[in-house]
């Protein structure tokens, strides 16, 4: 029984699921997926942005003047998350502040999860690529007791060599989810702060449209 049991486990061990060489090219294909999602990230903040003290200004001006329509025109020479949202909210200032600022939380979390779209890849490798790479280490370390077993004759080398060799899935997984970890961070922090900018310019439309409900008062 015990030799039956120990052929199955070589016959297993020659499988390709139990060498521990895929999980490190499985590894480098996540990094270059990684670094792609944060390469694309990066453009699309880049090409998103725009001077929200300028456009803030620019808002005011015409929101002062009550041409509502031509603030929404303003806001539409503009594709970023700030002036998106807001957006939303002066499409409906008619309905008065109450409302605009409910359409304001809504369009907030639609324009968010735009901004936030892949952001989980990097989420996901980060936190798992070490896990990968163990599981790998772990294949290598069996594979090399099983090459001990099969020859004694030589089993302080052939331990050493495999044991080495299994340890580097789990470098390279570390190697993998550092830096994910690192753009997920950064480009997390990036969308944090255009919300920050979003709720500037969101507030100056409710401002106005708060002050526009209230009526003058008149001396007697």
């Given at each position: ?9 070589g ?7 139990f060498?521990?060489?895929?999980v ?8 270059v997926i ?6 694309e ?8 942005r ?8 620019g ?10 329509a031509?603030?929404?025109q ?15 909210g002066l ?6 502040p ?6 304001l939380?809504?369009?907030l979390?639609y324009?968010?999860?735009?901004y936030?779209?892949?952001l ?6 980060g ?10 280490t772990?294949l290598?370390?069996?594979r ?22 299994a340890?580097?899935a789990?470098?390279?997984g570390?190697v993998?989810a ?5 753009a997920f ?18 507030r ?6 708060k002050g526009?409900?209230l009526?003058p008062v008149?001396?007697?």
């Amino acid at each position: 029984m015990h030799g039956v049991t120990r052929d199955l486990v070589g016959r297993l061990l020659t499988l390709p699921l139990f060498q521990s060489e895929w999980v490190v090219w499985t590894l480098l294909g996540l990094s270059v997926i990684t670094l792609g999602v944060a390469v694309e990230r990066l453009w699309f903040y880049q090409t998103h942005r725009i001077d929200v003290l300028r456009v803030r200004s620019g808002l005011e001006k015409h929101l002062g003047s009550g041409d509502y329509a031509a603030a929404a025109q303003y806001l539409r020479s503009f594709d970023a998350l700030e002036t998106n949202v807001v957006l939303h909210g002066l499409r409906d200032s008619a309905n008065g502040p109450d409302a605009v600022e409910d359409l304001l939380a809504g369009a907030l979390s639609y324009e968010r999860k735009r901004y936030e779209a892949r952001l989980n890849v990097l989420a996901t490798v980060g936190s798992n690529a070490p896990f990968i790479g163990l599981f790998g280490t772990v294949l290598g370390i069996i594979r090399a007791f099983h090459d001990l077993s099969a020859d004694m004759a030589n089993a302080s080398s052939a331990v050493m060599a495999g044991i080495s060799e299994a340890l580097v899935a789990t470098a390279v997984g570390l190697v993998v989810a550092i830096p994910a970890v690192i753009a997920f961070n950064a480009l997390r922090g990036i969308v944090d702060g255009r919300v920050q900018d979003t709720e500037l310019l969101a507030r100056t439309l409710l401002a106005f449209l708060k002050g526009a409900e209230l009526e003058p008062v008149r001396s007697e």
